[in-house]
């Protein structure tokens, strides 16, 4: 039985053999890949929406832009996040690797990037379909543009609150002290 | 899958929707329609008019104006603006808005062999013709004798040709037969167009299931009111119903035995939808039924308007443009006959 508890030949055996700086390194592209993904989604769905809807109505270009800044925003909140793990990244001494401290602290940094990834993902498709709404209705009627932009500020609070989490979940990545 | 095309619509469609929907902006408002119908004269319209989107069509053309002119003006402006559109679709929605221009071609065929049967010159008839429903080979159609030959000669190469499987036969062409060819037409196409949305999914289906039903169930009762008095047998008026949409099958069989008006109002009455429409009459009157269905039309038209990512904005438009063109023909019709009191006996408001 390995220090963790797991009996050799079992699935969870496999699993804590894992390094945890495989788990880590997957945390941080995923935070960064996922957010990045959730931005681009975003802001085609506006953008194709404010083209075609600014054609007949040019004076809704500048305005709309705040929705494809808030698309943009989630990008950037994933970029923050997977510089903030990758400083949390330490290397330890070869017998320490399997310790169920490393093996935390790479659960920690998995768990942060999965986060800020999928939160920021579906934050930046929902801020995209708001924005393309946006765009459309404020081509008719300019007086509805504020009313919806609020709608899109609570949208984008989402992509905040996964990485407020990520980053409070980053801080408990304490690698073992080196022995 | 319904309630999650927001996440893909865009890709291919989100910049033809936000034009269509800017082209919505432009229809004529009802104060727009107040204007024109207190016009003295057909140029007083044309300056009413230049204020509106029509202004660039409208502005080169010398007076007198004729109405006819107006109207071809007014046209042009939507074939503009379909083909700006047709050409930067991609499938499915070009296959789309090719559907929508069947019923047109449907009819451009039967406005061509009709005259052709009266005697009347190809030229003049294919000026007569709707530009959204031209194709190729149609000025050929004045060669057939009979609807084999329509089919042989011109129709197998064009996008009709799968609607006449039901109606090939060798009697010659009269006006019996070209009605009832019409109406078969028309039956195979909105079958095919409905199959069609069906196969789309989602929000396209719902609603252009509601739209289709609707013009389905609209010209059930057109064509029971239309054949009642004529040799037109009760199984023949039968197999001119789609097969789809609220009357289907059971207010068929009903409007099929039919025989005067107040027995379609009887079978209609039976549908809630349809119970409105014909309340708006009293007994014995048909001649408003024409405008209670097109004001019933334009109500589900701009509902569809409602919800984004989907197809059926492109159908509503193109629909309520040619509204929109026929209220400005008649209100051009009035003026130019000086009947404006009867102005507001056909003109249906859009907003």
Same mark, same amino acid.
């Given at each position: 039985m390995s220090s963790t508890g797991a009996y050799p030949g079992t699935w969870a055996h496999a699993l804590v053999k894992v390094s945890p700086y495989t788990f880590s390194a997957i945390g941080i592209a995923i935070a960064i890949g996922v957010s990045v993904l959730g931005a681009a989604w975003g802001i085609y769905i506006t953008g194709s929406s404010l083209i075609g809807a600014a054609i007949?109505?040019?004076?809704?270009t500048s305005k709309n832009l705040i929705s494809v800044i808030f698309c943009e925003a989630v990008a950037i909140y994933g970029v923050i996040v997977a510089i903030i793990l990758q400083t949390k990244l330490e290397s330890v001494p070869q017998s320490q690797i399997y310790e169920p401290e490393s093996l935390r602290a790479g659960y920690a940094i998995f768990a942060s990037g999965i986060i800020v990834g999928f939160a920021n993902l579906v934050c930046g498709v929902c801020v995209g379909i708001i924005g393309s709404s946006c765009a459309l209705s404020d081509a008719q009627n300019s007086t509805l543009f504020v009313k919806i932009l609020v709608i899109e500020i609570f949208g984008s609070a989402l992509g905040l609150f996964g990485v407020i989490v990520g980053i409070i979940m980053s801080a408990q990545a304490t690698w073992p002290a080196k022995a | 899958m319904y309630g999650f095309e927001a996440l893909t619509f865009?890709? /291919?469609g989100g910049y033809l929707e936000a034009i269509v929907r800017g082209h919505r902006a432009g229809l004529l408002t009802a104060s727009d329609y107040n204007n024109l119908c207190q016009c003295e004269n057909l140029d007083d319209i044309k300056m009413h008019l230049s204020?509106?989107?029509?202004g660039s069509y409208l502005q080169n053309e010398p007076s007198p104006l004729h109405t006819t002119t107006i109207v071809e003006k007014c046209t042009l402006k939507l074939v503009d603006e379909y083909k700006h559109m047709l050409c930067q679709a991609t499938e499915p929605l070009s296959t789309f808005l090719e559907y929508i221009t069947y019923g047109h071609m449907i009819d451009n065929v039967v406005l061509i062999v009709t005259g052709t049967l009266h005697e009347r010159d190809v030229h003049e008839l294919l000026e007569k013709c709707h530009p959204l429903g031209?194709? /190729?080979?149609?000025? %050929?159609? $004045?060669?057939? !004798?009979n609807m084999r030959e329509l089919y042989r000669l011109?129709?197998? /190469?064009?996008?009709? $040709?799968?609607?006449f499987s039901e109606c090939i036969t060798s009697e010659d062409l009269d006006d019996m037969n070209i009605e009832i060819m019409r109406n078969t037409l028309y039956k195979a196409y909105l079958e095919d167009f409905y199959r069609f949305c069906q196969k789309l999914g989602g929000a396209t289906s719902e609603i252009m299931s509601d739209l289709l039903s609707f013009e389905a169930d609209r010209r059930a009762v057109n064509i029971t009111i239309n054949s009642?008095?004529?040799?037109? %047998?009760r199984d023949d008026r039968r197999k001119?119903?789609?097969?789809?949409?609220?009357?289907y099958p059971y207010g068929h069989e009903e409007l099929a035995v039919c025989e005067d008006i107040d027995q379609v109002r009887g079978v209609m009455e039976k549908y809630p939808p349809y119970q409105s429409i014909f309340a708006k009459m009293s007994y014995g009157?048909? *001649?408003m039924l024409d405008k209670a269905f097109y004001e019933e039309e334009v109500k589900r038209l701009c509902l $569809?308007?409602? *919800? !984004?990512?989907?197809?059926?904005v492109f159908f509503a438009y193109m629909r309520l443009r040619e509204q929109e063109i026929r209220n400005l023909m008649w209100i051009s019709e009035c003026v130019a006959q000086n *009947?404006?009191?009867?102005?507001? /006996?056909?003109v249906v408001f859009i907003f």
């Open positions: 007949k109505a040019p004076r809704i | 865009n890709v /291919d204020a509106t989107e029509y031209m194709f /190729d080979s149609i000025a %050929t159609l $004045a060669v057939a !004798q011109v129709l197998v /190469d064009t996008p009709l $040709a799968p609607y009642i008095g004529t040799e037109l %047998t001119l119903y789609s097969n789809f949409g609220l009357l009157e048909s *001649q $569809a308007f409602e *919800q !984004q990512f989907h197809y059926a *009947q404006k009191s009867r102005v507001h /006996d056909s």
